[in-house]
């Protein structure tokens, strides 16, 4: 692997707090194991900044001038970022906790914060962010694959996906069951699916727009 490539997949944990001394103390914890970091003083900052696509998660302070943490959680959730956040406040309560936590941060903690405690949560964000974006990867490999099949082959597909057998399909689509074996074993080539139950499992793991689309 490259360097650049190494870079590319080194975690970056993105620090918005407007007190300039504790993205210091946050950056240099950081730093002192290993893990980069980028400061911003507000989140009109970091939104405004231009960010490489590294894997990493939030550190957001809750409460300050302009636009909140919890109003940025929202906001790039809107625009499906799904980087994982943990929300460092000393102006915490009940129902910010349970607001933050609802819509999917990692942890909710209260300055002052121990340092292993924060790093435990870094480091859970981070595996967390590293997960979905594998997973997220695989989709969209299979949505490539998936482009690349003809409309007989999608019919097949979705009828594989209902568990019918050959005959049933043979029937319902008005071809011959040699036809549908053809078309399911091309299906299946170019989906690279190693048996049915992989093809299925495929088939779920599309996004739900390609899976209720209307046969033609």
């Not at 399911?184 to 793991?205: D, H, P, Y």
């Amino acid at each position: 692997m490259s360097i650049a490539a190494d870079n590319i997949e080194r975690p970056l944990v993105l620090i918005v707090d407007d007190d300039e001394e504790i993205r210091s103390a946050l950056e240099e914890l950081l730093l002192s194991v290993g893990i980069d970091a980028r400061c911003f003083g507000s989140t009109q900052e970091l939104l405004h900044a231009d960010l490489p696509e590294r894997p990493g998660c939030l550190i957001l302070d809750v409460r300050m001038p302009g636009a909140s943490g919890l109003d940025l959680q929202q906001h790039l959730a809107s625009n499906g970022n799904t980087r994982p956040i943990i929300f460092l406040t000393g102006h915490g309560d009940i129902a910010m906790t349970v607001q933050a936590m609802k819509a999917g941060a990692i942890d909710f903690l209260t300055k002052p914060v121990r340092d292993q405690t924060l790093l435990d949560a870094v480091t859970a964000a981070i595996e967390k962010d590293i997960s979905q974006r594998t997973a997220a990867r695989h989709v969209k490999q299979h949505v490539d694959r998936y482009a690349k099949l003809t409309p007989r082959e999608r019919e097949v597909l979705r009828e594989v996906a209902k568990g019918r057998l050959n005959k049933q399909i043979a029937f319902d689509l008005g071809i011959s069951e040699v036809t549908v074996k053809l078309h399911r074993g091309s299906v299946t080539k170019k989906m690279q699916a190693t048996s049915v139950g992989q093809l299925i499992r495929i088939w779920e793991l599309l996004p739900a727009e390609i899976r209720e689309e209307k046969s033609p």
